[in-house]
């Protein structure tokens, strides 16, 4: 029952918010097409409930080119003024409001991770796509990206344990002061989470063996 209320909220909050931020979102649209060449979002493919692909948008935050002189190169370098301002104040995440009112993502829930992880997960870390994934999740207010992979499927499963009303307003709470304070939002020296490590792989790889 609350996972259906919870969903209608979802969809309506996104609207009433789209309806409001739609001409700031122009203003940040306009920015980031004059900043650097490229789109003006970013889509991915990305994991969501019971496992179901879809296609999640968010403000482009990089320049397109990612190789130079036959180098790969890194987030940091990739990374313009813009766009680090964006994901500091968390802006970039303003175009996952279309993804609530298409019922793909809640305000609330462990965030969604590119499809490319799929075959990464133990049994156990795939219980994590029980839910509907959110904006915001209980890892999220719990260091965000300065914890490994491991402890944040940790944090997933619990909310997907504990799922409630009192959470989801606990960390709909913490975000807000997080995101004000601009808190936990790269991963040490790194502008962005690693991708899920080898590490990760072969240990849950061992779990299944045990």
């Known amino acids: 029952m609350y996972s259906k209320l919870k969903k209608l909220a979802d969809i309506s909050a996104a609207i009433v918010l789209l309806l409001v931020l739609w001409p700031f979102c122009l203003i940040i649209a306009a920015a980031i097409r004059m900043d650097s060449k490229g789109p003006v979002f970013f889509k991915q493919k990305r994991m969501g409930r019971g496992g179901r692909p879809f296609t999640i948008f968010k403000f ?23 766009g680090n301002f964006l994901r500091k104040t968390s802006l970039d995440e303003i175009p996952q409001l279309v993804n609530i009112v298409r019922g793909e993502m809640s305000f609330i829930g462990p965030r969604p991770l590119p499809l490319e992880y799929a075959g990464s997960y133990s049994a156990e870390q795939m219980r994590r796509h029980e839910v509907t994934p959110g904006l915001s999740g209980w890892a999220q207010v719990n260091g965000r990206n300065q914890i490994g992979w491991a402890e ?3 944090y997933d499963l619990y909310y997907v344990d504990h799922l409630s009303f009192l959470l989801d307003l606990k960390i709909l709470w913490l975000t807000l002061c997080t995101v004000a304070a601009a808190q936990d939002v790269n991963h040490s020296a790194m502008l962005t989470m690693p991708a899920l490590t080898e590490e990760i792989q072969l240990a849950n790889k061992g779990d299944h063996h045990a």
Do not use: Q
């Open 152 to 154: 944040k499927f940790d």
């Open 60 to 82: 482009r935050t990089m320049r397109v080119e990612a190789v130079r002189d036959g180098r790969k190169l890194a987030d940091v370098e990739r990374m313009t003024k813009l």
